[in-house]
């Protein structure tokens, strides 16, 4: 009867857990296992697209929906490591770039939680704490000498930067991108042949995380009777 009950009460706990991890399932500042993306406005997702084992040209459009853009970039690669250079992003389809510093080659700052280079005209993201984390580096670069070199283990860590844009226009982003993984998909998650590789392009306000969901009043209902059951197993059995 007892071991009964006890088996009750943890499949009552790992259905508890399962409803948990459908969704997102890390809470900042805790390091994550297996974090969610941000939500945001997502223009690119690289998730279940050929990975780029080359550096390879990404083109993408939308329409401003605010008077300043978040243009934000999100970074997974658990098993390895992303090459992201020569951002550009035009009002229109031509004109000047209205990125700042897009090909990482005019300077760095030293963020003070990572004590990585990051790239100046940009703000770092970190929320996770995630590992490998992203920074300005020097080996193979698209064009010039840096390039932003990123392999964030366990969550996502990115870069943003503001920019002043017209409510209503078109926007044209464009940038290159390789990876060194000898996965084929990106993937958003996370598993034990190199999955948790994934890039995504916010533009919008700045990506945000949800918080963990209240368990349903069903699940807390089920775990709550589970414990009771294994309590009074054990009362009975010191009589």
Request: hydrophobic share 45%.
């Amino acid at each position: 009867m007892l071991l009964s009950l006890r088996k009750c009460f943890v499949a009552s706990a790992l259905a508890l857990a399962a409803s948990q991890a459908s969704a997102i399932v890390c809470v900042p500042p805790a390091t994550a296992s297996d974090c969610s993306p941000p939500v945001g406005n997502v223009v690119f997702d690289l998730n279940n697209q050929l990975l780029p084992h080359t550096y390879t040209q990404y083109t993408v459009s939308f329409i401003a929906a605010n008077a300043n853009t978040a243009l934000s970039f999100q970074f997974r690669e658990d098993p390895a490591f992303f090459f992201l250079d020569d951002i550009v992003l035009l009002h229109g389809t031509s004109g000047p770039n209205l990125v700042v510093n897009g090909g990482f080659e005019n300077g760095t700052f030293i963020d003070p939680v990572a004590g990585t280079p990051q790239p100046l005209g940009w703000t770092y993201l970190n929320l996770f704490n995630a590992g490998a984390s992203g920074r300005v580096a020097t080996n193979l670069p698209h064009s010039g000498t840096s390039n932003y070199y990123d392999g964030a283990v366990g969550a996502y860590d990115g870069i943003t930067q503001g920019i002043a844009t017209t409510v209503g226009d078109l926007y044209t982003l464009s940038f290159w991108l390789t990876d060194n993984s000898s996965q084929l998909l990106g993937s958003q998650v996370n598993g034990p042949n190199g999955s948790g590789i994934d890039l995504l392009v916010y533009a919008g306000l700045l990506p945000t995380i949800v918080p963990r969901p209240v368990p349903e009043p069903s699940a807390l209902a089920l775990l709550a009777l589970g414990i009771a059951g294994v309590l009074v197993a054990r009362r009975r059995q010191q009589k």
